[in-house]
């Protein structure tokens, strides 16, 4: 089969940072999927995982965490499967990733392709939609209900980016929340609105008071997506007491949380591939894919693929890591097909 892979790991721009390759079609075990790749999406955790380093494999490493394809094969003990199905899925990190025509998958994981998307558009949605969902609903415990009375406020850190412009959609729309989403450029501003953002402010001034004029009893959740140890005083200052801190990046610095004690807040970490890593209820995020799937398909919401870089090869697959990397993309880039 082909794929794109690495071997050492560089910058983006580096000739080598990836390379076309030629791997023997993997086998589906008894409970996996064979998934013929149609599309993936690109995510700053493939960026983080390509990062520079001193290590060399010494077989091509596949990345790739988020793919819609059609079902290949079914391993012997699959029953919901069959070959010919359009699915979506996020995969696991702990595996061979999607960047190939060909991908192993437990089906537990796996959900339907929403009809009406293109694989393409389908791509763009799996990975940001399970990590939006379980932190708004698992992590911060918010209620999934929507009676028209608004309730509480939701500040999501990122709103433009592939989390954040699920987040704004599943908030707006699955919630009694007010949500305020941050966003730093016109077009970003635009789109956040577009997503269902009731309002939204800089991240690039201070956020406690832009967001304290809106909600002067400070909100009571907030999901940080992005450059959270620079925003973390700002967003202690900011939260309501019993407030709710949800985050998803990787500090490099200690977060002061000794600071969080006076009004009593609470911190959640959200990695959507903890189910796969632990065998944690992994069918959740089936079941998860599925309501998405059903929710596309009745309008609520939308997919935020943005950019289609065209077929996946080496060289596309740079240029998309190097745009991730810049932090200032618009929902999400896709790669579709293979030359």
Known sequence: ???????????????????????????????????????????????????????????????????????????????????????????????????????????????????????????????????????????????????????DALLVVGGAGGVGSMAIQIASKLTDLTVIATASRPETVEWCKSLGAHYVVDHRQPLAAQVQALVPGGVRYVMALTATEQHFAQLVELMAPFGHLGIIDDPQTPLDVNAMKRKSL????????????????P???????????????????????????GPLTAANLRRAHAAVETGRTLGKIVLSGFP
Request: proline share 8%; glycine share 8%; hydrophobic share 40%.
């Open 1 to 151: 089969m082909r794929a794109v892979a690495l071997t050492k790991y560089l910058p983006s721009d580096h000739p080598e940072a990836f390379v076309d390759v030629e791997l023997p079609d993997p086998t589906p075990g008894p409970g996996d999927l064979l998934v013929r790749v149609r599309a993936v999406s690109v995510n700053p955790v493939d960026v983080k995982v390509r990062a520079p380093k001193d290590k060399v494999e010494a077989s091509p490493r596949v990345l790739g965490w988020d793919a819609a394809g059609v079902v290949e094969a079914v391993g012997r003990d699959v029953k919901r499967f069959r070959p010919g199905d359009d699915v979506f899925y996020a995969g696991s990190i702990a595996k061979p990733g999607t960047d190939s025509e060909l991908h192993v998958v437990d089906a537990r994981i796996v959900g339907r392709k929403p009809r009406g998307l293109t694989f393409a558009q389908a791509a763009a949605m799996p990975l940001t939609s399970i990590t939006a969902w379980e932190l708004l609903f698992e992590r911060l415990g918010v209620p999934q209900r929507k009676t028209g009375t608004p309730k």
């Open 266 to 281: 609470a911190l959640h970490w959200e990695l959507m591939f903890t189910r796969a890593l632990y065998d944690a209820d």
């Open 283 to 309: 069918l959740s995020q089936q079941r998860l894919l599925d309501t998405v799937a059903d929710l596309v398909e009745g309008g609520t919401l939308r997919t935020t693929m943005t950019q289609d870089f």
